[in-house]
Nanobody
């Protein structure tokens, strides 16, 4: 059974930084993708960053140049370094894994990021 646990959220002033972590357990092989999504109140969940098994990473335009996704050498943990945070980055951030071993798409419980102006 795959489990994802996020951490690192919190309250920060605009211009500040946070680093989110996602610890994955139960993965047998490197997943197809590991990603970060976010959902603000009253809005749909949106993709923030997605890393493919080969390391290629895609970002939503609004975070390019400010956010950086990485993973550790075991490929079972992912991180999201968020710099120059803006109030519009306020949301619950979710870790997502698209795995083929075991097969499935998995979500963490989310971590709240709040950016004050």
């Amino acid at each position: 059974q795959v489990q994802l646990v996020e951490s690192g959220g919190g309250l920060v002033q605009a211009g500040g930084s946070l680093r989110l972590s996602c610890a994955a357990s139960g993965l047998i092989f490197t997943p197809r993708t590991m990603g970060w999504y976010r959902q603000a109140p009253g809005k749909q969940r949106e993709l923030v960053a997605k890393m493919h098994a080969n390391g290629t990473t895609n970002y939503v335009d609004s975070v390019k140049g400010r956010f950086t996704m990485s993973r550790d050498n075991t490929r079972s943990s992912a991180y999201l370094q968020m710099n120059t945070l803006k109030p519009e980055d306020t949301a619950v951030y979710y870790c997502n894994v698209d795995s083929f071993a075991p097969e499935g798409n998995y979500w963490g419980q989310g971590t709240q990021v709040s950016v004050s102006s």
